[in-house]
């Protein structure tokens, strides 16, 4: 079984709205339900959790219901961090019955524009090597930040340094044995934003890439993100780029 497991259960203060932005209208329909409609639509995916923000549990199944989400059956409560939320959907599962060998495609929320083969590619890598991030290559040159505003070169060449994106996916059974070993080691709640990070503080070195996209990458984060999201709904390519 192909289980996703959607994020969407921070507050967005970054967004500095009155509504999570998860549940922000765009073009009169919710974010998160674009991000579920993808998800819905994919025949390899079989069940879909979301770990929901505590007290938008029954705006999330109704919307759910209007948009015809039927492939929704579980709905966990959020964390205080995002390694909580996700731990707090992991366990659900496995309370839920579902086998600790069966695939989780985990997933943020706000990151809408997920391609149905992005999400076929981080199924078939899991199944092939156990682990699957998705990731683009990075075509900038990287330097690390400083408190002070300024910056370190990084050594590592741009060629060999990649940007992670979601979905991360893992069997039920591995991401849960790497977050009880986190745990171990203190690297649970704040420490850790994504699983792909967890799994590699635990001294896991070698997770397989699959190929993201630029419109993927796109988090919805803030106003501007907003703006770039409804740009790209809007947009269609050319009929001359092969």
Same mark, same amino acid.
């Given at each position: ?23 922000? %209208?765009? #073009? #009169? ?26 007290? @938008? ?8 219901? &209007? ?16 390694? &909580?939320?996700?731990? %707090?959907?992991? =366990?659900? =599962?496995? $309370? ?5 060998? #069966? ?12 391609? $149905?083969?992005?999400?076929?590619? %981080?199924?078939?890598?899991? &199944? ?15 330097? $690390?930040?400083?408190?002070? $505003? ?26 849960? #044995? ?11 709640? %704040? ?15 070698? &997770?397989? =890439? ?29 009929? @001359? =780029?092969?």
């Amino acid at each position: 079984m192909n289980i996703a497991l959607l994020t969407a259960a921070g507050s967005g203060t970054r967004m500095g709205q009155d509504i999570p932005k998860q549940f922000m %209208n765009i #073009d #009169d329909c919710p974010v998160i339900i674009y991000t579920l409609q993808v998800f819905q639509n994919h025949p390899l995916i079989d069940t879909i959790a979301v770990v929901c923000l505590k007290g @938008w549990e029954m705006i999330l199944k109704a919307y759910s219901n &209007q948009y015809g989400i039927t492939k929704l059956k579980y709905i966990f409560l959020g964390g205080d961090s995002n390694f &909580q939320s996700t731990r %707090n959907g992991l =366990l659900g =599962l496995r $309370e839920n019955g579902i086998s600790d060998s #069966d695939i989780v495609v985990i997933h943020d929320g706000v990151r809408p524009m997920v391609s $149905e083969e992005i999400i076929s590619h %981080n199924i078939e890598t899991c &199944q092939k090597y156990g682990y699957a991030v998705t990731g683009l290559l990075c075509k900038e040159v990287i330097m $690390e930040y400083h408190d002070d $505003e300024t910056l370190t070169y990084i050594p590592t060449p741009r060629e060999r340094l990649c940007r992670t994106q979601t979905p991360h996916t893992y069997r039920l059974g591995t991401i849960l #044995d790497a977050q009880e070993e986190a745990i171990k080691q203190g690297l649970g709640g %704040n420490k850790t934003a994504a699983m792909c990070q967890l799994v590699g503080q635990i001294g896991i070195d070698e &997770q397989h =890439l699959v190929l993201g996209s630029e419109k993927n990458g796109l988090k919805l984060t803030n106003v501007e993100d907003i703006e770039l999201f409804k740009a790209l709904l809007h947009v269609s390519q050319a009929p @001359w =780029l092969k």
